[in-house]
Antibody
Framework: EVQLVASGGGLVQAGGSLRLACAAS????????MSWVRQAPGKGLEWVAY????????YYVDSVKGRFTISRDNAKNSLYLQINSLRADDTAVYYC????????????WGQGTLVTVSS | DIVLTQSPDSLAVSLGERATINCKSS????????????LAWYQQKPGQPPKLLIY???SRESGVPDRFSGSGSGTDFTLTISSLQAEDVAVYYC??????????FGGGTKVEIK
């Protein structure tokens, strides 16, 4: 069974940093692109970033470029999101999601971790 | 960026009746070289992460009931639930992947029981 368990969220002041992690199991992690998608409270979905199996390609939504860094450790079956210079509008549940093998849609999602930025 | 506009924002449908959700794209998501529409649909139930329902605008993900169907091409798409069940109460989102380096979602449509 595919499982994605995100952690690392919490309450942080504006301008601060957090590192989110996602532990994957039930599939060969190193075979898949992985992604982060966020959802502000009561709002819709926003794709944040995704990266290739070997880390050689990484793509971000414009609003987080230069502040967020996606990374992975295939030996640990883990995906990460380093979030710096946090702003109030970064407050959201952050989901890790697996990119479907052949196209950029997401076939498995974790439960998410909540990041709250206080001003 | 490609903007996806969903309508209506919410709808209430009686059990067993048809629910229809629309998604309009600001530009075509039809890739002419393979004649495929780069559009997906997700279902998000309260307190849960999204679930992939449909990709290529009309291909059902494995395990998705056949009462869910997708249609449309170019800029106008529809998700239809042919006979609404209680477990279908959720928010539904469309997503384009035509611009694979800038993925975007629609604003969501909430489906409730009348």
């Amino acid at each position: 069974e595919v499982q994605l368990v995100a952690s690392g969220g919490g309450l942080v002041q504006a301008g601060g940093s957090l590192r989110l992690a996602c532990a994957a199991s039930g599939f060969t992690f190193s075979d898949y692109w992985m992604s982060w998608v966020r959802q502000a409270p009561g709002k819709g979905l926003e794709w944040v970033a995704y990266m290739k199996q070997d880390g050689s390609e990484k793509y971000y939504v414009d609003s987080v470029k230069g502040r967020f860094t996606i990374s992975r450790d295939n030996a640990k079956n883990s995906l990460y999101l380093q979030i710096n210079s946090l702003r109030a509008d970064d407050t959201a549940v952050y989901y890790c999601a697996r990119k479907k093998w052949e196209l950029p849609v997401f076939d498995y999602w974790g439960q998410g971790t909540l990041v709250t930025v206080s001003s | 960026d490609i903007v996806l506009t969903q309508s209506p924002d919410s709808l209430a449908v009686s059990l067993g009746e048809r629910a229809t959700i629309n998604c309009k794209s600001s530009q075509s998501v039809l890739f002419t070289s393979n004649n495929k529409n780069y559009l997906a649909w997700y279902q998000q139930k309260p307190g849960q992460p999204p679930k992939l329902l449909i990709y290529w605008a009309s291909s059902r993900e494995s395990g998705v009931p056949d009462r869910f169907s997708g249609s449309g091409s170019g800029t106008d798409f529809t998700l239809t639930i042919s006979s609404l069940q209680a477990e279908d109460v959720a928010v539904y989102y469309c997503q384009q992947y035509y611009s694979s380096l800038s993925l975007t979602f629609g604003g969501g449509t909430k489906v409730e029981i009348k």
